[in-house]
Protein backbone atom coordinates (compact mmCIF):
# COMPACT_ATOMS: atom_id res chain seq x y z
CA UNK A 1 0.00 0.00 0.00
CA UNK A 2 0.95 3.72 -0.22
CA UNK A 3 1.84 5.74 2.56
CA UNK A 4 0.09 9.25 2.76
CA UNK A 5 1.50 12.38 4.86
CA UNK A 6 -0.89 15.48 4.74
CA UNK A 7 0.56 18.94 5.37
CA UNK A 8 -0.19 22.80 4.87
CA UNK A 9 -3.56 22.90 7.48
CA UNK A 10 -3.13 25.75 9.84
CA UNK A 11 -5.00 28.57 10.79
CA UNK A 12 -6.76 31.02 8.35
CA UNK A 13 -9.58 33.31 8.67
CA UNK A 14 -12.82 33.01 7.28
CA UNK A 15 -12.64 34.00 3.20
CA UNK A 16 -8.44 32.70 2.94
CA UNK A 17 -7.32 29.98 1.26
CA UNK A 18 -4.86 27.47 2.15
CA UNK A 19 -3.35 24.57 0.01
CA UNK A 20 -2.90 21.30 1.58
CA UNK A 21 -0.36 18.30 0.18
CA UNK A 22 -0.10 14.77 0.59
CA UNK A 23 2.67 13.27 -0.16
CA UNK A 24 3.05 9.50 -1.40
CA UNK A 25 5.11 6.84 -0.70
CA UNK A 26 6.20 2.88 -1.26
CA UNK A 27 3.50 1.38 -3.52
CA UNK A 28 3.81 4.56 -6.07
CA UNK A 29 4.17 2.66 -9.07
CA UNK A 30 0.70 1.25 -8.93
CA UNK A 31 -2.22 3.27 -10.36
CA UNK A 32 -4.29 5.03 -7.18
CA UNK A 33 -7.03 6.96 -7.13
CA UNK A 34 -6.46 10.03 -4.04
CA UNK A 35 -9.04 11.40 -1.79
CA UNK A 36 -9.30 13.91 0.47
CA UNK A 37 -11.85 13.80 3.29
CA UNK A 38 -12.44 16.04 6.61
CA UNK A 39 -13.56 15.36 9.78
CA UNK A 40 -15.01 17.86 12.05
CA UNK A 41 -15.55 17.12 15.69
CA UNK A 42 -18.36 15.57 16.46
CA UNK A 43 -19.46 14.82 12.88
CA UNK A 44 -19.11 11.86 10.51
CA UNK A 45 -16.09 11.93 8.06
CA UNK A 46 -17.23 13.29 4.98
CA UNK A 47 -15.78 13.48 1.37
CA UNK A 48 -14.44 16.18 0.41
CA UNK A 49 -12.77 15.62 -3.55
CA UNK A 50 -10.63 13.21 -5.31
CA UNK A 51 -9.19 12.28 -8.55
CA UNK A 52 -8.09 9.71 -10.69
CA UNK A 53 -4.48 8.54 -11.93
CA UNK A 54 -3.83 10.58 -14.78
CA UNK A 55 -5.82 13.84 -13.03
CA UNK A 56 -8.48 13.77 -15.80
CA UNK A 57 -11.24 13.08 -13.57
CA UNK A 58 -12.02 14.78 -10.47
CA UNK A 59 -14.99 15.05 -8.07
CA UNK A 60 -16.24 17.40 -5.55
CA UNK A 61 -18.52 17.61 -2.63
CA UNK A 62 -21.68 19.49 -3.37
CA UNK A 63 -20.00 22.20 -0.11
CA UNK A 64 -16.86 22.70 -1.89
CA UNK A 65 -17.97 22.79 -5.39
CA UNK A 66 -16.38 26.09 -7.04
CA UNK A 67 -14.26 26.92 -4.26
CA UNK A 68 -11.90 23.46 -3.46
CA UNK A 69 -9.43 22.08 -6.71
CA UNK A 70 -7.87 18.73 -6.78
CA UNK A 71 -4.83 18.42 -8.41
CA UNK A 72 -1.76 15.90 -8.49
CA UNK A 73 1.58 15.28 -9.74
CA UNK A 74 2.66 11.75 -10.16
CA UNK A 75 6.25 12.59 -10.90
CA UNK A 76 6.59 13.94 -7.02
CA UNK A 77 3.59 11.54 -5.70
CA UNK A 78 1.99 14.50 -4.37
CA UNK A 79 -1.66 15.57 -4.56
CA UNK A 80 -3.09 18.89 -3.48
CA UNK A 81 -6.10 20.31 -2.03
CA UNK A 82 -6.18 24.31 -3.09
CA UNK A 83 -9.16 25.33 -0.96
CA UNK A 84 -10.03 29.33 -1.37
CA UNK A 85 -12.99 30.92 -0.03
CA UNK A 86 -12.59 28.65 3.60
CA UNK A 87 -15.53 29.16 6.08
CA UNK A 88 -15.67 28.42 9.60
CA UNK A 89 -17.66 25.04 8.76
CA UNK A 90 -14.67 24.20 6.66
CA UNK A 91 -12.59 23.88 10.26
CA UNK A 92 -11.96 19.91 10.10
CA UNK A 93 -9.38 17.90 10.42
CA UNK A 94 -8.32 16.70 6.80
CA UNK A 95 -7.16 13.70 5.62
CA UNK A 96 -5.96 12.42 2.38
CA UNK A 97 -6.96 9.03 1.24
CA UNK A 98 -5.68 6.23 -1.64
CA UNK A 99 -7.42 3.16 -3.35
CA UNK A 100 -6.29 1.24 -6.18
CA UNK A 101 -9.92 0.56 -8.31
CA UNK A 102 -10.17 1.87 -11.29
CA UNK A 103 -13.73 3.17 -10.95
CA UNK A 104 -13.24 6.74 -8.60
CA UNK A 105 -14.90 6.06 -5.82
CA UNK A 106 -16.46 9.06 -3.13
CA UNK A 107 -16.85 7.00 0.18
CA UNK A 108 -14.66 6.24 2.66
CA UNK A 109 -15.16 2.26 3.20
CA UNK A 110 -13.18 2.22 -0.35
CA UNK A 111 -9.97 3.80 0.84
CA UNK A 112 -7.43 1.33 1.18
CA UNK A 113 -4.77 4.05 3.15
CA UNK A 114 -4.90 6.93 4.73
CA UNK A 115 -2.72 9.33 6.26
CA UNK A 116 -2.81 10.91 9.54
CA UNK A 117 -4.47 14.12 9.49
CA UNK A 118 -3.75 17.73 9.34
CA UNK A 119 -5.57 20.16 11.35
CA UNK A 120 -7.71 23.18 8.95
CA UNK A 121 -9.21 25.88 11.50
CA UNK A 122 -10.94 28.58 10.00
CA UNK A 123 -11.97 31.32 12.09
CA UNK A 124 -14.70 34.19 11.67
Known amino acids: QVQLVESGGGLVQAGGSLRLSCVGS????????MGWFRQAPGKEREFVAAISWSGSSTYYADSVKGRFTISRDNIKNTGYLQMNSLNPEDTAVYYC?????????????????WGRGTQVTVSS
Open 26 to 33: GRTRSSYV
Open 97 to 113: AAHYRIVVYTTAGAYDS
